[in-house]
């Protein structure tokens, strides 16, 4: 795991640092991908959302779901958290709604979305043993690595992912150039 630096440039980002503290009080097992994530890794850019993969373990995604609805957030669509949580109802709404995200909100915080993947786009368990942890608004904040970060950016092919994959591209050549 590497060590990074801080992020949020003393911005308040309502809603961000909450979610993080409420999954790392529960245990959860979560990496933090989309902006927040370029964001940590060096390419400053504006993200309003957060959006996370989490471990799609049974246990571990009722314990993301319960910390979430404690703290106010509830699914955008008209169904329960908990339901993300079990496997057979999770890979209907993927393969059958072409789910990507799950998305959360909360009535405080109306322009604040929490997404979080359907899938598990790349190798959880090794992307964790790898993550970048760095601090959020004083929460500690488990991150995607770089190379995992780039794929998903690649593989949406938006405009604004491009525009990071370029980013942190030469990023990343700085970094093994200055190695």
């Known amino acids: 795991m590497a060590k990074g630096r801080a992020i949020g440039y003393g911005i308040k980002m309502s809603g961000h640092s909450e979610v993080m503290a409420a999954l790392n009080a529960a245990g959860v097992h979560y990496l933090v991908v989309g902006g927040v994530a370029v964001v940590a890794h060096g ?87 790898r993550r970048l942890e760095t601090t959020f608004g004083g929460v500690i904040v488990p991150v995607v690595p770089l190379a995992e970060l780039l794929s998903m950016k690649q593989a949406a092919g938006r405009p604004k992912d491009l525009e990071d994959v370029r980013a942190l591209s030469t990023i990343l050549q700085a970094r093994k150039e200055n190695s």
């Open 43 to 129: 390419h400053a850019r504006l993200t309003l959302d957060l959006d996370l993969v989490v471990q799609l373990e049974t246990e571990n995604l009722t314990r993301a779901m319960d910390a979430l609805s404690a703290i106010g957030f509830r699914p955008f669509l008209p169904v329960s958290a908990r339901q993300f949580a079990d496997p057979e109802i999770r890979r209907d709404w993927t393969q059958n709604r072409q789910m990507i995200v799950f998305q959360l909100w909360k009535p405080q915080l109306p322009q604040f979305r929490l997404d979080i993947f359907t899938t598990e786009p790349f190798a959880f368990g090794d992307a964790w043993k």
